[in-house]
């Protein structure tokens, strides 16, 4: 500065220190009198760059005609051009500058690689915005620019890389933490993801998108500190966050503590009254802890503020069916083909409304797994009295049972097609060939035929086991070494989680059950238990028979002939347990009824005895103190007068 003009150097001087007391117009001034000063010192024009966009590329390109070699100045040209819209002439100056000084123009270097890659020249793109990326590690809209361009050239792991380094440099900003934790997911990696999503969470405790990230995606790695701990983080910062209570209470449930997720979702509703997040979380525990009055009205208050959402509906009417009017819970059941539980269908025909009479041409859709097809297609025999040829569609390990037990019912396997990475029901080529004009799904049954909770089913269950089968089973079965009657155990599902974990048993909590003298026991579990029931042999003593050369879990035909020569069978709530009440086999549930809608019988199978009165929240250990209750009764007294 000191070989400038004098009048120019101090002018300079005079205008950077106003510039730093934040007098603009006044440093403005400064510097264009510092220009006039020295008209010809090419070096002053860089440093007095300022005003408005217009006024900038004026001023730069004044600078260029004295020494068009200024890169600075070119990028500097080239930002202000692309901010008024001109991007042509924003580009040409952008270029000059990436090629005048390619260490320095890291910035112009950015710029070209986002504007070649919205043109489609993406390889060209990519090494310009690594470079600049690379080059400047502490700027955060280079590393969101190499993020986009990486992701559309197919490198989800660089994508990743510069996503998750920018939004470290800048952790207040939701946008950022959303996408750096969904890429970092994309590539599996959870550890990477999950710290990312406890500090975002922490940083914006007042977004739901972040505080979400919590409970999305592949969940808490190993050793890492869960989502309920950050979430009252970042509660301590924002206590009067509704994301944060949500996403507090949701983990709450999936641990296993239902009233303190009520408690979580109470709070994040007196916070913010209409959120919805926390509505649903409170129906949802209020649900389990058996408190269906509750769980139906705040279902209901959520749905002034959130019409249509499809989970306060379906949690209002789980509360509808457990402790309201049963042929309402029904109706609004009928609304979970929109929610988010439900699976996606193509080419279905249309639905038959429940006020309107079956007709030929009508479809039985399937939904759910094989435990819940089991449990609505119990009302198959009432459709077949109102439409004696339906076509029902059914998991394909259950064709042989209903063959056998409705003889000429069309069946046809589950429409699952492949769309992309995920699945769809695909109905598009059966209704063209079999002439379908309607549909019900097989959970719309339900709410055509059990709307009173005074019906009483017929006993002997609705399907028949192969005769010749069950004879076989029962030889060998009169082998096993004892006496007493054959009971069939089964204590958890395949399909784990800690909110459904709630409802299975360790075997070990079987043990009052299965020392009961006097009895069989036989397993009918279908999972890989074999190491499980050796050490409980080695540990206790007891031996549980299971048949080895039996796939319990594809061999369901099978499996119902095994069944149907027990006893008993006691199941938690599992399909064995829904297998076996719909054979007509004696069954004992560890569990409320079906969708907790009576007490001491089942709407639905009348061979079935629930242990648990639907006002009780779920306690296994409570569940199997009363199966050995009613054991020692004798097996008759399962058997509740219809």
Known sequence: MEQLEPAAAVALRRGIAEQRAGRTVIAERCFRFAVCAAPDDCRVIPTVIAGDLLNQARWCRRALCSDPLLARVQEHCGMALAQLGDRTRAMAFLRRAVVVDPAGARGAGSLVAEDLARTGKVRGAYPLAWWAATASPADPSFQVRLAGIAARMGRPEMAAIASLSASRLLPTVPALAVAAVTSARRVAWREQAWSRACAAAVANPGSREVVALLGEGGGRPEGMAPAWLWARRALVLNPVSAPAWDVLARAERGRGHAAASLSAARCGLLASPGDRGCARAFAQAALQLARFGLAGRVSATGLTAHPKDGELVYLLAQAEKA??????????????????????????????????????????????????????????????RDCPEPVVEADARLHPLLARSFPGLSLVDRQIQLDGASSIYDYTKIVSALGLKAHVHAGDLPGRYRRDRSHRPARGGYLKADRSAVDCWRLRLEKIDGEGPLVGICWRSMLKGSVRSAYYAALEQLLPLLRLSGFRFVCLQYDDCRQELEEFRRSYGIDIWRPTELDQREDLDGVAALISALDLVVSTATSVCVLAAAVGCSTIRLAPSFYSILDDHDLFFADLTPTMRRNEPMDVAVAIARAVVLLQEGPAACRRPS
């Open 323 to 384: 402790a309201g009017d049963l042929g309402r819970g029904w109706d609004l059941d009928s609304g979970r083909t929109s929610g988010p539980r439900f699976h996606r269908t193509r080419g279905l025909p249309p639905r038959l409304l429940r006020t309107e009479s079956p007709t030929d041409g009508l479809l039985v859709a399937a939904e759910q797994g094989i435990g819940d097809e089991l449990l609505f297609l119990s009302c198959l025999p009432d459709l077949l």
